[in-house]
């Protein structure tokens, strides 16, 4: 228990002191800071003036017949949409009544942010929450590590644990994230402790409601996360037998799949309905979040090819995986682009899960569920921008963590130099981003236009 205690104090230490300035003042988007001030006052709705972007806005407008409907207007053609999604001309439109403004961001995170808007309401401090919360990613990632040892899954020492623990808090995206507030990376933070949870209690399929309850949360907090449902079926499927318990006797295996994965059905159901009554209520639909009333120069192409398109993945993969720091002679000697630095730049030792040594049936089931987690990031309109490097693998870096301690290949030197590399170029990313605008392409680079659209 000390041991986890004192990962714990590491983490809030570290990351305290690499936040810093930003720990005494809210962000400059503290969105689940308006939407707790504005639950507690009885309403989803905020109120100007706001701060940030990223807010979503529909108008009402009155017609030419006197009614009034809500909903937005598109760039690219001359109508309006209404929140049915029927279309009519602007020139019906007498006059603007006014636009009501959303948090466009799934809402679970908003409940941390609770105690804070009670104290200080709209001033309340979203940074110290999040830093709070990602200190709690070390002992969690050390629990889940231990987790896979006792489960036979794992053949990692405690030594070897901790450099991995070492690789998801201060070796990946996850440090720049942790240090920022802000609604963007506050959700990620929340979204890493969560997935630890759940894939601890999913490893054996041995915490279905805790596993239910936390992939509920994650769902409501990054959508993509809700396709780590496959870690817990396929993880019971296992654990009861598989394809060989369903060959001998199928009816039975049915039969013993049938509690475990009702039982972690339950919350997943209650979230989602909540999700979806919430989405109803502010957009009228129940799978709208928001999005589609963000007001952001990408509007167009939103409107010409959806908030997810084949359209933007050749883009999205580019970010993912193929950017690197501009060098040069003169200062500031590199530069990173706004859409980041690639994953394997960022955390260089995951290159070793090309080549496992072990390729236990969990091996396969974390792939899947990475792929499934991953393509809706690869396929959305957004790359992260701006950002230090490729934030969206945040939604599954825990489970490549994973598959790193089950991979069997050993941590030699090389292995620990890799982690290392990683902890110094994301301790730079920290300690920069946002702060030291000369090391960042945010604007005016050809190749920057280029893969931004």
């Known amino acids: 228990m000390r041991l986890y205690a004192a990962l714990f104090a590491i983490g809030l230490a570290v990351y305290g002191v690499v936040a810093w300035d930003r720990i005494w003042r809210p962000s400059p988007a503290p969105h689940f800071v308006y939407q707790a001030d504005a639950w507690l006052h009885g309403h989803a709705t905020i109120d100007p003036p706001l701060t940030g972007d990223d807010w979503a806005k529909v108008e009402t407008v009155a017609l030419d017949d006197g009614t009034e409907l809500r909903g937005r207007r598109l760039t690219t053609q001359p109508v309006f949409r209404a929140l049915d999604g029927h279309d009519l001309p602007v020139k019906r439109i007498r006059r603007s009544v006014g636009k009501t403004a959303y948090m466009s961001f799934p809402p679970f995170p ?87 949870i759940y894939a601890w209690a999913s490893i054996e399929a041995r915490r279905p409601l805790i596993a239910g309850l936390a992939l509920g949360a994650a769902a409501l907090t990054r959508t993509a996360m809700a396709f780590m449902v496959i870690l817990f079926v396929c993880e019971a499927w296992r654990v009861h037998g598989g394809i ?60 010409q090819f959806g908030l997810a398109s084949y359209h933007y993945l050749a883009r999205n993969l580019a970010v ?28 260089p030792v995951l290159v070793l899960l090309l080549w496992p040594r072990d390729r236990h049936p969990l091996h396969r089931t974390l792939w899947l569920t990475v792929a499934a987690v ?30 790193l301690a089950i991979g069997g290949r050993p941590l030699t030197r090389f292995a620990k130099a890799l982690i290392v590399a990683g902890i110094v170029v994301n301790l730079f990313g920290a300690i920069t981003f946002d702060r030291v605008w000369t090391y960042y392409r945010v604007g005016g680079n050809a190749y920057d236009v280029v893969v931004a659209h």
């Open 110 to 196: 908003t409940l941390v942010m609770l105690p804070g808007a009670a104290l200080g309401g709209r001033a309340g401090n979203d940074v110290v929450p999040t830093l709070v919360l990602a200190a709690l990613i070390l002992p969690l990632a050390l629990l889940v590590l231990r987790r896979l040892s006792t489960a036979g899954l794992s053949r990692r020492s405690l030594g070897d644990d901790l450099w991995l623990v070492a690789t998801l808090a201060f070796g990946s995206v996850a440090m720049f994230s942790a240090v920022q507030g802000k609604v963007w990376f506050t959700a990620h933070v929340v979204g890493v402790v969560l997935a630890l």
């Open 244 to 303: 060989a318990a369903w060959r001998a006797d199928r009816g039975a295996l049915l039969r013993d799949l049938r509690r475990p994965i009702l039982v972690f059905a339950a919350p997943i159901v209650g979230f989602a309905i909540a999700g979806m009554a919430y989405n109803y209520a502010r957009f009228g639909s129940v799978t709208e979040f928001g999005h589609s009333y963000l007001e952001v120069r990408q509007q167009a192409q939103i409107e």
């Open 320 to 347: 993912a995986f193929t950017l690197l720091p501009e060098l040069s002679a003169r200062p500031p000697y590199l530069q990173i682009s706004g859409h980041g630095l690639a994953l394997w730049v960022t955390t």
């Open 374 to 403: 991953a393509l809706p990031s690869l396929l959305y309109q957004n790359s992260g921008w701006v950002q230090f490097g490729y934030r969206f693998s945040l939604d599954y870096l825990v489970l490549l963590i994973m598959l």
